[in-house]
């Protein structure tokens, strides 16, 4: 079967092969570092968000609480900037403005929030229980489909770490009234120290930077195959001009010799193999010449 190919049959056989298997090894070479950079960008995008709130959070707490916290007592409503949970919260519903981060969102799901604005949906409440069974894990980061695409998230657990916290969120009779009045005796107590009541969970939509990455794929496959495809028509003409059509050449020019026609030149001026093989032939043709001249003189 491969005996009975042509030349360039044969070569372009094994261009297609090569091509075939570098597009292939190429081409999923090339999905996974896509994915995985595009995964690593989505991913610092939430980090460096998480972060930020958690400064913002800080910043309520040490800066803005100290100033506030007197007014509690006298204000007939609470103020809630001194709570950094709202504070974060709120810095972020500003950030959703903008259009471009309108799909991201944090979130603090607690279990029993005093804000019912902070309650864990069914999702958010596995993670909490998650992070409540399991008090070593610092964090969980995975990927989710919801029905605005595909999101990545970052949680991480939210304690009661210090005893100053129980003021607000152990029995409503210590509480400031302010606090029952604005939030009611129902929500938000009886936590207990240490307790992880809460998860603080980022969420930014990564769905368009996977189409982004496949797109790219898309464009560097399309213009490798563009690529190969110019090269596989350039070989094939290389091929044709430099060796096939001169073999067919010589091929003709012995068949005619072979007849009897001993003025055929094999004229192939070309220093190359096919050029020397032309030249060979030529002396072959000369000794041949002589041969038959001297065999006819002897005959005479
Ligand atoms: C002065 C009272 C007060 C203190 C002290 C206080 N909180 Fe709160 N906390 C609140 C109020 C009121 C809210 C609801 C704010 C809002 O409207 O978003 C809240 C909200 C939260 C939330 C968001 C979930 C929810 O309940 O709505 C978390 C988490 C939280 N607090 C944790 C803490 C921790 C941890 C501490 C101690 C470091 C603490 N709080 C100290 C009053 C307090």
């Given at each position: 079967?491969?005996?009975?190919?042509?030349?360039?049959?044969?070569f372009n056989l094994l261009l297609i092969l090569v091509f075939i298997i570098s597009i292939v090894v190429s081409g999923t070479a090339l999905s996974s570092l896509l994915q995985q950079r595009a995964q690593n960008e989505v991913a610092a995008k939430a980090l460096i968000l998480i972060k930020t709130m958690n400064s913002v959070r800080k910043y309520t707490q040490e800066r803005v609480n100290p100033l506030v916290a007197p007014r509690l007592e006298t204000?007939?409503?609470?103020?809630p900037e001194t709570v950094p949970a709202f504070s974060a919260t709120e810095v972020f519903e500003n950030l959703r403005r903008n259009e471009e981060y309108k799909n991201f969102l944090y979130k603090e799901a607690t279990l029993n929030p005093t804000n019912l604005r902070d309650k864990a949906d069914s999702f958010e409440t596995q993670i909490v229980e998650r992070f409540r069974n399991n008090p070593k894990l610092q964090e969980i980061a995975d990927f989710r489909n919801v029905p605005e695409g595909k999101v990545f998230y970052i949680a991480r657990p939210l304690a009661v770490t210090q005893q100053s916290c129980?003021?607000?969120?152990?029995?409503?009779?210590?509480?400031?009234k302010s606090q029952l009045t604005t939030y009611g005796p129902n929500n938000g107590f009886n936590w207990k120290l240490n307790e992880i009541v809460a998860a603080q969970i980022i969420s930014?939509?990564?769905?368009?930077?996977?189409?982004?990455?496949q797109q790219t794929w898309v464009w560097i496959m399309g213009l490798l195959i563009g690529i190969f495809a110019i090269?596989?028509?350039?070989i094939n003409f290389l091929i044709k001009k430099t060796?096939?059509?001169?073999?067919?050449?010589?091929?003709?020019?012995?068949?005619?010799?072979?007849?009897?026609?001993?003025?055929?030149?094999?004229n192939d001026d070309y220093k190359d193999e096919i050029g020397g093989?032309?030249?060979?032939?030529?002396?072959?043709?000369?000794s041949l010449k002589i041969a038959m001249e001297m065999l006819n003189q002897h005959s005479q």
């Open positions: 079967m491969y005996k009975n190919l042509k030349i360039g049959t044969k204000e007939p409503v609470f103020i129980l003021r607000c969120h152990s029995t409503p009779d210590v509480a400031p930014v939509p990564s769905q368009e930077v996977f189409n982004n990455a090269i596989v028509v350039l060796v096939i059509q001169r073999i067919r050449r010589i091929e003709k020019i012995a068949q005619k010799v072979s007849t009897g026609d001993m003025n055929a030149e094999f093989l032309a030249a060979a032939f030529n002396r072959m043709k000369y």
